[in-house]
């Protein structure tokens, strides 16, 4: 099967990750930061940062991509902002971090505005398939661990597309399927992980090609994720007591669920994930 779509739908806030967004407050105050006090990004990254790998796979993208200051970035799933407020601090470069769900973007407007970095990260709270962006156009297209959510995935690459600038770069973290996954399975993924489609590797890069991008690398990070899920749901364990003294029973629970799921899928083959770097070029293209 070339593409496997969800049949099933449930609403994003299913995804344990999505729920009790405020929990990164508690963080800080453990931390001794008072609320409304001015932050470094740094100060956030160990928690902002959602994807795997966390600020080490911001960084590879901006040394491949060749992010600098002239540039402008647009983040599909920003999440709380994390990505968005690094790029943009480390490079100079001004980002739009679009995220879906109003909770996590007033959360992200918030952290921003603490760092100071406001006229740098534009938050745009809206649905990517129909925003519309008025004409604009970007250097660069990022995401991380967002685009699987999305089901109309070949409207979401030809968006993609056209939203670039002539030469203008792709680059995508995303999930896919490894095995066949049973109605059960699509069912708890569907609701777990709010999956809506999930490709083969052959498959989403057949996609991208198809919506006319450049394939520039293409790697399957299915080992390296199956390490780090792992590695993640077990640490989280170990330091449950603190956990729970830090955000209470409700987040400590909802998270832990979560992260066993993940782990689960990963450990048993069925879900892997995929780094895409491509460009809208017909002409070879160097990168930086």
């Not at 925003?131 to 604009?136: E, H």
């Not at 049973?182 to 993924?189: A, I, P, T």
Request: net charge positive.
């Amino acid at each position: 099967m070339s593409e496997l779509k969800m049949k099933f739908d449930s609403d994003i806030k299913s995804m344990k990750l999505y729920n009790n967004v405020n929990r990164i407050y508690n963080e800080l105050r453990e931390l001794g930061k008072k609320d409304n006090e001015p932050l470094l990004v740094e100060e956030l990254t160990n928690f902002d940062q959602l994807h795997y790998h966390g600020t080490e796979a911001v960084d590879f993208a901006i040394k491949e991509l060749g992010i600098k200051s002239h540039m402008s970035i647009l983040e599909i799933g920003s999440g709380i902002g994390g990505p968005a407020r690094y790029i943009a601090n480390k490079t100079g470069a001004k980002v739009t971090a679009l995220e879906l769900q109003p909770d996590q973007n007033k959360l992200a407007l918030d952290l921003t505005r603490r760092c100071d970095l406001s006229e740098k990260v534009i938050h745009v709270c809206g649905n990517f398939l129909n925003y519309d962006w008025l004409g604009q156009k970007f250097d660069v297209i990022v995401s991380w661990l967002t685009l699987y959510h999305i089901l109309e995935h070949k409207t979401l690459l030809k968006k993609c597309y056209d939203l670039l600038n002539n030469q203008g770069f792709f680059y995508a973290e995303d999930l896919i399927s490894r095995e066949p996954l049973n109605n059960d399975e699509l069912l708890e993924l569907s609701k777990e992980i709010y999956a809506k489609t999930l490709l083969n590797y052959q498959d989403y890069k057949l996609g991208l090609k198809k919506a006319g991008f450049k394939l520039i690398s293409c790697k399957d990070m299915s080992e390296q994720w199956t390490k780090f899920t792992r590695d993640r749901a077990s640490t989280y364990n170990k330091n449950k007591k603190r956990n729970l003294q830090v955000h209470g029973l409700e987040v400590v629970s909802s998270l832990s669920s979560f992260y066993s799921v993940i782990d689960r899928y990963f450990s048993t083959s069925k879900l892997g994930g995929i780094r895409i770097i491509s460009c809208k070029s017909t002409a070879s293209q160097v990168l930086h």
